[in-house]
């Protein structure tokens, strides 16, 4: 009989679980304030999940306190106000982004994922970065001054040992299941989204369309001159679900389903996308009470990012709080050095972003609801909100949540 080689075991100071825009920026905070970590990426490369995003005023600053706005900043205009066409009543009205009190600019940049992804991962040392390492499951051991070690099963089999432990692996994290926090809800909405491209130019202006139609809500927003963002919120379908990840089965629903009434100018743009920027996904939420209420750190061990508060997207915010989170863990855990110290950081940590986050969710809930207006008995209600009240009012409101500022990482060394 063959004998079973035994696997490797590290211990490793802190261990990120996930490579995303959580796990990344996370790593980056950390770096920045000297400490090294390891990321576990189940995948054999970055990926991102959908071409573009949207990065508001509170993304901003976190970048610039992770000192990469810089590098990112050159390449994308930014957008201050939009227009909101209802094509059932032909109203047009408009849309502003909030004014920030200390001159930091207002209003959005969408940029590609990647090259958010990427900038963030330059700045890491590569050794850092594990591919093709998914995280199975997690269990607690005595360490030797007892304290305890967190021992992480990768699925190849292989086992880390880490001091401490971040998850950001998002919506379906391991970390948070074994956190013990709820699962996220499907708030019965899905979007569908593609980047097109144009290189001899789009031509549109450099403003927020959106359109608006019984049960959909769609957006279309250019990054620069050449490539242009889009996507279509609707109810959830049977139909729908089998989309999947299946780029020309979701360009073929969008243009005879989805966007069959819309201005030709849109369909221009879902033709030209480039088909691996075609994503279908589920508009999925962990309710605002279960962020608060939830166990989102143990001992040595917490979450960020989706991992810890997966939000519909319809204030453009999970990338963005993501970055917010990653700053304040750098800042919270600079001078933690015990089990002790990193258990008291790691609350302080939770206890400064819980309550952010679940404002977040609720807003972005809100927000998504009175623009989709399409909730049974509510519909009426909300279309009248919507129309008459939403975006003169409400939109630039609730929008001030984007001009947080989470400060800045301490200077070490
Ligand atoms: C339709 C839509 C539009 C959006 N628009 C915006 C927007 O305009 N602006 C904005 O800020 N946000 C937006 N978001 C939200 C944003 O995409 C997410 O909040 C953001 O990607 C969260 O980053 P994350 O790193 O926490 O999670 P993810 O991006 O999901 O990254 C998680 C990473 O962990 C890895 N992973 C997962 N499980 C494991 C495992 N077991 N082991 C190892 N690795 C693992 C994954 O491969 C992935 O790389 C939108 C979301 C949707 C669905």
């Given at each position: 009989?063959?004998?079973?080689?035994?696997?490797?075991?590290?211990?490793?100071e802190?261990?990120?679980?996930?490579?995303?825009?959580?796990?990344?920026?996370?790593?980056?905070?950390?770096?920045?304030?000297?400490?090294?970590?390891?990321?576990?990426?189940?995948?054999?490369?970055?990926?991102?999940?959908?071409?573009?995003?949207?990065?508001?005023?509170?993304?901003?600053?976190?970048?610039?306190?992770?000192?990469?706005?810089?590098?990112?900043?050159?390449?994308?205009?930014?957008?201050?106000?939009?227009?909101?066409?209802?094509?059932?009543?032909?109203?047009?009205?408009?849309?502003?982004?909030?004014?920030?009190?200390?001159?930091?600019?207002?209003?959005?940049?969408?940029?590609?994922?990647?090259?958010?992804?990427?900038?963030?991962?330059?700045?890491?040392?590569?050794?850092?970065?594990?591919?093709?390492?998914?995280?199975?499951?997690?269990?607690?051991?005595?360490?030797?001054?007892?304290?305890?070690?967190?021992?992480?099963?990768?699925?190849?089999?292989?086992?880390?040992?880490?001091?401490?432990?971040?998850?950001?692996?998002?919506?379906?994290?391991?970390?948070?299941?074994?956190?013990?926090?709820?699962?996220?809800?499907d708030?019965?909405?899905?979007?569908?989204?593609?980047?097109?491209?144009?290189?001899?130019?789009?031509?549109?202006?450099?403003?927020?369309?959106?359109?608006?139609?019984?049960?959909?809500?769609?957006?279309?927003?250019?990054?620069?001159?050449?490539?242009?963002?889009?996507?279509?919120?609707?109810?959830?379908?049977?139909?729908?679900?089998?989309?999947?990840?299946?780029?020309?089965?979701?360009?073929?629903?969008?243009?005879?389903?989805?966007?069959?009434?819309?201005?030709?100018?849109?369909?221009?743009?879902?033709?030209?996308?480039?088909?691996?920027?075609?994503?279908?996904?589920?508009?999925?939420?962990?309710?605002?009470?279960?962020?608060?209420?939830?166990?989102?750190?143990?001992?040595?061990?917490?979450?960020?990012?989706?991992?810890?508060?997966?939000?519909?997207?319809d204030?453009?915010?999970?990338?963005?709080?993501?970055?917010?989170?990653?700053?304040?863990?750098?800042?919270?855990?600079?001078?933690?050095?015990?089990?002790k110290?990193?258990?008291?950081?790691l609350?302080r940590?939770?206890?400064?972003?819980?309550?952010?986050?679940?404002?977040?969710?609720?807003?972005?809930?809100?927000?998504?609801?009175?623009?989709?207006?399409?909730?049974?008995?509510?519909?009426?209600?909300?279309?009248?909100?919507?129309?008459?009240?939403?975006?003169?009012f409400?939109?630039?409101?609730?929008?001030?949540?984007?001009?947080?500022?989470?400060?800045?990482l301490?200077?070490?060394?």
């Amino acid at each position: 009989m063959m004998a079973t080689r035994p696997r490797a075991e590290r211990v490793e100071e802190v261990v990120i679980v996930g490579g995303g825009i959580a796990g990344l920026a996370t790593a980056l905070a950390l770096h920045r304030v000297g400490k090294s970590c390891l990321i576990l990426e189940r995948w054999h490369e970055l990926r991102e999940s959908g071409a573009a995003l949207g990065l508001l005023p509170n993304a901003w600053r976190a970048l610039h306190a992770l000192g990469i706005a810089h590098k990112l900043i050159p390449n994308y205009r930014i957008v201050r106000s939009g227009r909101v066409t209802n094509l059932e009543t032909g109203s047009v009205q408009t849309q502003s982004f909030p004014e920030s009190s200390d001159g930091e600019e207002n209003g959005a940049r969408i940029v590609h994922r990647k090259a958010l992804l990427e900038a963030l991962a330059e700045e890491i040392p590569q050794e850092a970065i594990r591919f093709s390492a998914k995280l199975a499951s997690i269990r607690t051991e005595a360490g030797p001054d007892s304290s305890s070690i967190t021992v992480l099963q990768l699925e190849d089999g292989d086992i880390i040992k880490a001091k401490v432990v971040i998850g950001c692996d998002g919506l379906h994290s391991v970390v948070a299941q074994w956190l013990g926090l709820a699962q996220a809800h499907d708030s019965g909405r899905s979007a569908v989204r593609g980047l097109a491209v144009f290189p001899e130019g789009h031509g549109l202006k450099h403003e927020f369309q959106q359109f608006l139609l019984a049960n959909r809500r769609v957006g279309l927003i250019p990054l620069n001159n050449h490539d242009a963002y889009w996507f279509i919120s609707h109810l959830t379908t049977p139909k729908v679900k089998e989309l999947g990840r299946h780029p020309e089965l979701i360009q073929r629903e969008v243009l005879l389903n989805l966007a069959v009434d819309l201005p030709l100018e849109f369909k221009q743009m879902v033709e030209h996308s480039v088909p691996s920027s075609l994503t279908w996904d589920p508009l999925m939420f962990r309710t605002p009470w279960d962020i608060v209420l939830g166990r989102a750190h143990r001992g040595c061990v917490t979450v960020a990012g989706d991992a810890f508060h997966p939000t519909t997207p319809d204030l453009g915010q999970g990338g963005c709080i993501a970055l917010e989170d990653a700053v304040v863990l750098g800042r919270c855990l600079a001078h933690a050095e015990s089990p002790k110290e990193v258990d008291e950081s790691l609350g302080r940590y939770v206890a400064e972003r819980r309550w952010r986050a679940a404002a977040i969710v609720a807003a972005s809930y809100f927000s998504g609801s009175v623009q989709q207006a399409s909730a049974g008995v509510w519909t009426r209600p909300l279309r009248l909100v919507r129309d008459f009240l939403f975006y003169r009012f409400i939109f630039t409101w609730i929008s001030r949540l984007t001009l947080f500022d989470c400060g800045t990482l301490p200077k070490v060394g």
